[in-house]
């Protein structure tokens, strides 16, 4: 009799088990990808706020300065403080998009492995803005009829591309965080003929 009612007891807890599992697993990709939201959410936050600093300190500084040189400078930074603001104001909309949706656990990976992949390619280019700024001011040394136009545009391009480089390797790294568990939990999937299940390891 006690036999029995522990196999019962057994029984229960198993299923219910498998119940847990599954839910748990649902609410696995859900914190995951929001996750993944929350990291490209401040990023863009971040970019905007370098992007609207640069256009108001590099706006005021053109009109301020005296230096042709550093006209140039400040002109370049509000230039690309423009596109930075208009490429974070892009991407926090394209987060709220996201957000809306109700991703299963293939497209959540895929928009994570996007991301990783748009930053890794985005670090390539920082790294030419900070050649060509620096091409840009060894074209100064040259004979050219405006030297400080070469040198001011230079200098603010190596800045800008700096700024980018650093915090696409900050962004991508925060990413990286959970690239353990997105292979822990693809792992514990299992694709059968009658479709998907979800295996979980105690």
Known sequence: MRLRYL???LIIVFFSGV??????????VKEYNKQRLLINLKGM????????????????GYFAA????WKYFHGMNAAWGLINTGIAG???????KQARERPDLNKAYQHYRQDKKVLMINMGLDAVYI??????MSLSNSDHSNPQQYRGFGRAVMI???????FDNILLLSHNKYSGRWATILDEVRFTGGGLSYVHTF
């Open 7 to 9: 196999l019962i007891l």
């Open 19 to 28: 119940s847990s599992a599954q839910i748990n697993f649902r609410d696995t």
């Open 90 to 96: 892009y991407g926090i909309a394209r987060v709220k």
């Open 66 to 69: 005296k230096d042709d040189e």
């Open 131 to 136: 050649g060509a700024g620096y091409y840009l």
């Open 45 to 60: 936050q971040v970019l905007g706020g370098w992007g609207i600093t640069n256009v108001a300190l590099g706006t005021a």
């Open 160 to 166: 800008q591309g700096a700024f980018l480089l650093a």
